[in-house]
């Protein structure tokens, strides 16, 4: 997935547009970073790594299942604020993670800050969507 870009986030300058980027892009990263964890070696042995992709897995699922209309975006709101208190662990657990794979031996120090910078990368765009 690119990421959002600034002027794209500029543009929605109304909470009905703001929705609408929102609806459009969050699904597609989270859907990327769901990927990303899964591409790893063994990821599914790390808990903190299950945990991270179950929070991702989550928050897709919510927002793909809301109907949002632009008389009432209440329920994007309460979601969002849902997803944003979640995600809080998020960064914390990688950390945890990445230090149980390169102690396992199953990622070089190298590789597992080539693999985070990406992940945080990403993350970075949806943040300030």
Not at 60 to 73: P, Y
């Amino acid at each position: 997935a690119q990421p959002v870009e600034l002027t794209h986030i500029f543009k929605a300058s109304t909470p009905e547009l703001a929705a609408e980027l929102i609806l459009r892009q969050l699904p597609i990263h989270f859907a990327t970073r769901i990927k990303h964890i899964e591409a790893l070696c063994e990821w599914w042995s790390v808990p903190e790594l299950v945990q991270v992709r179950n929070t991702l897995a989550e928050s897709f699922q919510k927002l793909r299942l809301l109907e949002t209309f632009a008389a009432n975006l209440e329920p994007l709101t309460l979601v969002i604020h849902d997803l944003r208190q979640r995600h809080k662990a998020i960064v914390p657990l990688l950390g945890v993670a990445m230090g149980d794979l390169r102690h396992r031996g199953l990622v070089s120090e190298a590789d597992g800050n080539k693999w985070l910078d990406a992940f945080l990368l990403a993350r970075i765009s949806t943040e300030m969507c």
